[in-house]
């Protein structure tokens, strides 16, 4: 069986993955900051975990997990400036920081069902953890890792000894980064808030007690803390998109190591950006933010179709979003479902020659363009139907596509008519009769929206499920 290789960050190259405590293996994702809908970009980072989940799966590990929903601390600007996004947002919508996290969490999860993305073992709000984060940041202050400036407790990034051994950055360019200007307390640029201060005389919605005083935690240390927590002896794989790499992830593995004394995670994986066109990456702020709803659902396409468009491309490629392309991924899975609706319903035996291929693209750091390719191969082959429809099952464990529930729902639009639309279909065949094309092509119009077309043919009409 073909060895599951990953990109790791930390060392650059693709690395035989080796979990410290098999067959279990513990995996961290950075889940949502909950002050907005999660934008097609975001979910990509969603669709990729679940692709990486999966197919540890297959390979047959047991995965823990863990994913947190960050509901206070996440500042404007990443590098510890700015306002809390949680403060604003609840301000722009008129409701409380708390109503604005439950709401967005009930949305982000509805996008996730719709994706097929397999629920994490556990989610973890920032706000439930506050004590775990307060004893974290005592940790490292008795280790003399953190200083107090006017707005907050800092962590002294000049004494951990590789602080960019994630961002392979010289340290000038992360302090180009960091912007020193917008906090001139601070030792040094790369330094980021631990603990920040309620401001003087100001209520915030969101603040705690601390031996510090009333404040919140700084987004770093809610990933290094429930990390540390929720995964102890497990710490195998952490993942986010690339714009983590320099500061978050950074600053989480800062923290946990000089508390610990420890290595944190073994292996880090980071998805490339979904862009608008022009190379420009989507983002919560301003006119390139696209919701699944908006860009996928509204338009009439498959939720699946956005995860089917995300598989085209190598998670480590950046991915253009465009309009043709999502209709045209639309199309490939409503085909990929009518093709397997042909397939009948008994259920063979799995290939082992094209398991094995599959296995070789996975495998290879998360291929999925060239699983895809292999189950295109599959449904080309001299396999019997009953073993195509068994390895296709097989392989959707990893792809996630719903191709069983896809092409069973076109089956029983093409067997089940429902009596409306029959209704419609005989009115037509009517109006086509008595030459009335106007009124054919008007009942046509009514068929389509209730999901059905019309393919005339020299043998007569006949109704097909819009698939
Ligand atoms: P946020 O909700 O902003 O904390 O981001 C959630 C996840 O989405 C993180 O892993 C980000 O790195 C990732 N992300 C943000 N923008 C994009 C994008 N345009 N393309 C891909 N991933 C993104
Ligand atoms: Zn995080």
Redesign the pocket.
């Given at each position: 069986m073909p060895k599951l290789r990953l990109h790791n960050t930390l060392s650059q190259r693709l690395e035989v993955f080796e979990p410290q405590r098999p067959p279990v293996v513990g995996f961290y994702t950075?889940g949502?900051?909950v002050y907005n809908y999660?934008h097609l970009?975001?979910l990509?980072?969603y669709v990729f975990a679940d692709f990486l989940k999966r197919t540890l799966l297959y390979n047959g590990y047991e995965v823990k997990h863990i994913m947190n929903i960050?509901d206070v601390g996440?500042l404007t600007d990443d590098a510890d400036a700015g306002e809390d996004k949680m403060e604003v947002g609840a301000e722009r919508e008129g409701k409380s920081a708390w109503e604005i996290a439950d709401f967005y969490i009930k949305t982000f999860k509805g996008d996730l069902r719709a994706l097929n993305i397999i629920p994490p073992t556990k989610y973890c709000r920032a706000t439930e953890y506050i004590k775990e984060q307060i004893e974290l940041a005592q940790i490292l202050e008795e280790k003399g890792y953190l200083y107090r400036i006017s707005d907050g407790l800092y962590f002294d990034t000049s004494l951990v000894p590789h602080y960019n051994k994630l961002s392979h950055l010289p340290l000038e360019k992360l302090k180009e980064g960091a912007r020193i200007e917008k906090n001139p307390e601070k030792r040094h640029p790369t330094d980021f808030a631990v603990w920040k201060f309620s401001p003087l005389g100001q209520k915030r919605q969101m603040e705690w007690d601390s031996p510090w005083g009333k404040g919140f935690p700084g987004w770093h240390l809610e990933c290094a803390t429930m990390s540390l927590k929720l995964l102890a002896g497990h710490l195998d794989i952490h993942t986010?998109?690339v714009?983590?790499i320099n500061v978050h992830h950074t600053n989480e593995i800062a923290q946990a190591e000089a508390a610990t004394g420890q290595t944190f995670f073994h292996y880090w994986l980071h998805?490339a950006?979904?862009?608008i066109a022009g190379g420009k990456?989507?983002?919560?702020s301003g006119a390139n933010f696209l919701t699944l709803q908006a860009a996928v659902i509204d338009k009439g396409w498959l939720p699946l179709a956005y995860r089917y468009a995300c598989l085209e491309v190598h998670y480590r490629k950046p991915m253009e979003y465009s309009q043709a392309g999502l209709a045209a991924a639309d199309k490939a899975l409503r085909w990929l479902y009518r093709e397997i609706a042909t397939l009948g319903q008994v259920v063979g035996q799995v290939s082992p020659l094209f398991k094995e291929k599959f296995l070789e693209a996975i495998n290879d750091d998360l291929n999925s363009p060239r699983a895809l390719a292999v189950l295109f191969k599959v449904l080309n082959s001299q396999l019997s139907n009953k073993d195509k429809l068994a390895t296709i099952k097989d392989f959707d464990e990893v792809l996630g596509l719903d191709l069983s529930g896809g092409s069973q729902h076109y089956l029983e639009m093409l067997t089940n008519i429902p009596p409306e639309v029959q209704a419609l279909f005989n009115k037509r065949q009517t109006a086509r009769e008595n030459h009335n094309f106007q009124l054919a092509d008007e009942l046509r119009r009514q068929l389509a929206s209730a999901g059905y077309g019309v393919e005339d043919e020299p043998g007569g009409s006949r109704l097909v499920p819009l698939f």
């Open positions: 950075c949502p900051t999660a970009g975001n990509r980072a960050t996440h986010g998109g714009d983590h998805n950006f979904l862009n990456k989507m983002a919560k």
